[in-house]
């Protein structure tokens, strides 16, 4: 099982930047493909952002093309979620995944893709 733990949340005002970290423990990260998914309230958790396990592909939703770039730092044990041009309706709670499973291939962009989670940070945009 791998542990997850976010971090980097806050307030920003519209159009500013935040880059989220997900720090893992457990197994290296090295062979785990990653995603970033967000919860706003009342709404249903959705997919944000994917990154292969070596890395070389990237997945995201539309509405963050182009504004949020995932990327990983397998030394140490750290997937991020840089985001610009942040809008207020990017407010909820992020929250980093992995299938938890090495080597995994998948369409990433499903929640039942994966197995382990962190516990969320949470993203306040104010116009």
């Known amino acids: 099982q791998v542990q997850l733990v976010e971090s980097g949340g806050g307030l920003v005002q519209a159009g500013g930047s935040l880059r989220l970290s997900c720090a893992a423990s457990?197994?290296?990260?090295?062979?785990?493909?990653m995603g970033w998914f967000r919860q706003a309230p009342g709404k249903e958790r959705e997919f944000v952002a994917a990154?292969?396990?070596?890395?070389?592909?990237?997945y995201y939703a539309d509405f963050v093309k182009g504004r949020f770039t995932i990327s990983r730092e397998n030394a140490k044990n750290t997937v991020y979620l840089q985001m610009n041009s942040l809008k207020p309706e990017d407010t909820a709670v992020y929250f980093c995944?992995?299938?938890?499973?090495?080597?995994?291939?998948?369409?990433?962009?499903?929640?039942?893709?994966?197995?382990?989670w962190g516990q969320g940070t949470q993203v306040t945009v104010s116009s």
């Open positions: 457990g197994p290296t990260l090295g062979t785990y493909a």
């Open positions: 995944a992995t299938p938890s499973r090495q080597y995994y291939r998948g369409s990433y962009q499903s929640p039942h893709e994966y197995t382990d």
């Open positions: 990154i292969t396990w070596s890395g070389g592909t990237t």
